[in-house]
């Protein structure tokens, strides 16, 4: 199995910065990409940044440009830089792994890290 605990989330005032961390562990050979999602209230859980095993990133077209996804391997760390915050990246964000067990696929999900962007 592969375990997630996210951390780092807070209150940020619009314009402002935060960075989330996912630390994995469990079966890390089993990652072959690593993503954030986020759930606001009342709306569908939606990607905002994945990245693979090979490096390639993939962003929501509403965090380009504003947020990076990274990886410490050595770790099994993930972050999310997140800057020029807005009210609507309002959310509990959420990490994810997807996983090869050999047998199967799945995707492993942390508990969530609320942020809340407001003045």
């Known amino acids: 199995q592969v375990q997630l605990v996210e951390s780092g989330g807070g209150l940020v005032q619009p314009g402002g910065s935060l960075k989330l961390s996912c630390a994995a562990s469990?079966?890390?050979?089993?990652?072959?990409?690593m993503a954030w999602y986020r759930q606001a209230p009342g709306k569908q859980r939606e990607l905002v940044a994945r990245l693979n095993n090979g490096g390639t990133t993939a962003f929501a077209d509403s965090a380009k440009g504003r947020f990076t996804i990274t990886r410490d391997n050595a770790k099994n760390m993930m972050y999310l830089q997140m800057d020029t915050l807005k009210a609507e990246d309002t959310a509990v964000y959420l990490c994810n792994a997807e996983a090869d067990t050999g047998l199967y696929n799945r995707m492993y999900w942390g508990q969530g890290t609320q942020v809340t962007v407001s003045s």
């Open positions: 469990g079966k890390i050979s089993w990652i072959n990409a």
